[in-house]
Nanobody, 127 residues
Framework: QVQLVESGGGAVQAGGSLRLSCAAS????????MGWFRQNPGKERDFVAT????????YYADSVKGRFAISRINARNTVYLQMNGLKPEDTAVYYC????????????????????WGQGTQVTVSS
């Protein structure tokens, strides 16, 4: 069982930056593939970024590539999402998720591959 707690959300103006953190419980954090997703009311949950259990491999949605960076520190049981150049369309509730690492450097953009989800943190970007 893994519990995930996100933090770092808030309200910023367009062009600003935020860093989201996701703290995980348990001693098996280093064995999980981690991901960030976002969702607005009435819309589907969208993939944002994913990182392999070792941190060596990352993958991003086209909409955030070059602006967002995912990272992790396994010794701290924490995954981060650095968000720069924020746009109003980045406004959403952001969720981190943990899923089993199926093979070396496994990553996934599919929410179905993740077993554990945090409660979410709101990010609001004004124009």
């Amino acid at each position: 069982q893994v519990q995930l707690v996100e933090s770092g959300g808030g309200a910023v103006q367009a062009g600003g930056s935020l860093r989201l953190s996701c703290a995980a419980s348990g001693r098996t954090f280093r064995s999980y593939t981690m991901g960030w997703f976002r969702q607005n009311p009435g819309k589907e949950r969208d993939f944002v970024a994913t990182i392999s259990s070792s941190g060596r491999t990352t993958y991003y949605a086209d909409s955030v590539k070059g602006r967002f960076a995912i990272s992790r520190i396994n010794a701290r049981n924490t995954v981060y999402l650095q968000m720069n150049g924020l746009k109003p369309e980045d406004t959403a509730v952001y969720y981190c998720a943990a899923g089993p690492s199926l093979y070396i450097d496994h990553i996934s953009a599919s929410g179905a591959d993740y077993d554990y989800w945090g409660q979410g943190t709101q990010v609001t970007v004004s124009s």
